[in-house]
């Protein structure tokens, strides 16, 4: 169980940005194309159908020879052929359907503050410049984004949650007894706690940004890559946060205690959790926060800017997102741990190669859906304590066993709250730790930290502390022993009433 300490990439906002804006007008230019396809057959069949019923004729050799204005009626006169079906006013349905479309589409974009856009959806509509709604719709969308103002970026907050707690009975059960019960308690939030959390900030006005809209990177001419602060407009009565989240992994230890077991596909294509309920059976749903959070972007898309969701931060020793996905499964080292063991036991037809696809295509689904990956080490390591050697090595496990399932990312997030250097002194040209983790292509570095807001932004690097809405803050905000929430949520509002009193430290 992870135990925290309160320690103190080029322009990824534009290519962020116009990735977005390409996704969604590949979205509207499909569903445009598809309806006037579809148009088009539904107007060609009802033709065919009439042409069939007004001929009365069967569709022989002999009838289809005839050329069409060489008919003859029953009296040997020349027939002139029917003049076709005035096609117009299905162009017309087809229109408006089209039109409809274009402006959900930019009324959508406009929700998550991304105006320009908005405009750009209306403007791809053919006639707009005369359309009256049209044309207000675009006054508005400019007038919307006149109102923004930037975002200081030095008072942006970053908040995490480790896996969510389905079963809160199950999880926090006998805490006389029971280490792992009593570390359930301290680190970890309920489902609950999470959706109050989550519509508590949503109500005072804060808005889910992506790490990396935080900072502009611009590269030199010899390569190098710079980083000054980034440009975020939103309302004036908007907030903006960043949201992660440690140890996806669903590790041996949590089995038995209540929490979700794995990341699957739905048949929507959509990331979503299986959870092993008491009596034995499986079921497929919202179980923690990425498909909690996601059904929650859907009701209220302007509770994220441009789309933006959260960065996952992965271990890889018990695998990823409940796969079994790490080397050493197949290897069975002789040090292997006895829960690698006891799985291995179960599962006798265990195959790495299978499990690491399942995971790849669970992962690949995940970051369509807009989230990122980010390395919380291979081995959950105090990168503070750790020699230089460990820390090669476990990064080098990270990137053969976890990078090749989630893609490289440039984000590290530590774990146990440890970090390279003190906040103040930050990472100095002398720190080897931190130049070697930058030689692997880390640039962004988060540890967790209490206070409201913690950035630092240097020219080669950018870091942020993360606060921990587990058991423990919300537990000892609600006895007054703690006043570290507040500005989110109220936390005597949101404790599950199900979560018995938590140690302390």
Known sequence: MEKHQDTSKRTMSRRKQKRYMQRRLMITFFTLLFMTAAGMLAAAC????????????????????????????????????????????????QSEDMRTAVIAQADLLAA????????????????????SEMTAKIADYEAKKASCVPVDIDKVTHVFYHSLVVDPELCFAN????????????????????????QSMYDRGYVLVDLHDLVEETTDENGIVHFKKGTIMLPPDK???????DDLSYYHSYDGYGYASKMVIDENGKPKCEYIQRDGTTVVGDFDVI????????????????????TIALTGYNGILGYR???????????????????????????????????????????????KFASHTWGHLKVGEASMERIQTDTQKWKENVEPLVGATDTIIFAHGQDL??????????????????????????????KQYSVQIEDNYFRQGRRNLDGYRIYFNTTGEMDSVSDLFNASDVIDPKRPPVKHL
Not at 56 to 69: F, H, I, M, Q, V
Not at 291 to 310: Q, R, V
Request: hydrophobic fraction near 30%; aromatic fraction near 10%.
């Open 421 to 450: 250097a003190e906040w103040v002194t930050g990472y100095t040209p002398d720190n080897a730790k931190f130049n070697y983790l930058k030689e692997q292509g880390f640039n962004y570095f988060c540890n967790v930290d209490s």
């Open 46 to 93: 009802v033709l065919k159908n009439e042409n069939d019923a007004g001929s009365g004729k069967k569709d022989t050799l002999e009838a289809s020879a005839k050329p069409a204005d060489e008919e003859k009626d029953a009296q040997g006169q020349t027939e002139k052929p029917e003049p076709e079906p005035d096609s117009e006013p299905q162009q017309k349905v």
């Open 325 to 371: 996905t790490d080397i050493s499964y197949q290897t069975v080292p002789d040090d292997i741990n006895q829960d690698k063991k006891k799985w291995l036991q179960e599962h006798p037809d265990f195959d790495l190669d299978t499990e690491r696809a399942n995971a790849k295509a669970v992962a690949d689904a995940i970051k369509a859906d807009g989230w």
């Open 175 to 198: 805490q006389e007894t029971d280490p792992q019960a009593v570390g359930n308690n301290q680190w970890m939030t309920t489902i609950e706690e999470f959706n109050k959390i989550t």
């Open 112 to 131: 998550g503050y991304d105006y320009d856009g908005a405009v750009e959806m209306v403007k791809s509509y053919q006639g707009y410049e005369q359309d």
């Open 291 to 310: 498909p909690l959070m996601d059904k929650f972007l859907e009701e209220h898309p302007d509770a994220s800017y441009k789309g933006a969701k959260g």
């Open 239 to 245: 907030k903006a946060f960043v949201l992660s989240i």
